[in-house]
């Protein structure tokens, strides 16, 4: 059971990248898998969730309107399209199971009973 991320990479303000997760072990369409951020000095937020069955989408308020997650079911991959980068979004992406608050911010999945991956992260550094 894991999770393959990939696709960061050094962009200038206002462009897009694709980050992709290759999940190997499990069906992304049983389990909700998301992405995460951490900056240097900063925590590691969510950024945004896809739901397992109905593929509901889950989005941190810093990224609304400019990333956007999707899956190919075939490919048991997710993907995080994001445009519009902002120095502000340089940190280490990660994919990792996950679910929402009750305001729709994604979470990390954690605890017994649960099937919490992670996948290695990968580097997104937005700078002109």
């Known amino acids: 059971v894991q999770l393959q991320a990939s696709g960061g990479g050094l962009v200038q303000p206002g462009g897009s990248l694709r980050l992709s997760c290759a999940a190997s072990?499990?069906?992304?369409?049983?389990?909700?898998v998301g992405w995460f951020r951490q900056a240097p000095g900063k925590e590691r937020e969510g950024v945004s969730c896809?739901?397992?069955?109905?593929?509901?989408?889950y989005y941190a308020d810093f990224v609304k309107g400019r990333f956007a997650i999707s899956r190919d079911t075939a490919k048991n991959t997710v993907y995080l399209q994001m445009n519009s980068l902002e120095p502000e979004d340089t940190a280490v992406y990660y994919c990792g199971t996950c679910t929402y608050s009750s305001d729709g911010t994604p979470t990390a999945l954690s605890g017994d009973g649960y099937l919490v991956v992670w996948g290695q992260g990968t580097q997104v550094t937005v700078s002109s």
């Open positions: 072990g499990f069906s992304v369409e049983n389990f909700a």
């Open positions: 896809m739901s397992a069955s109905l593929g509901t989408t």
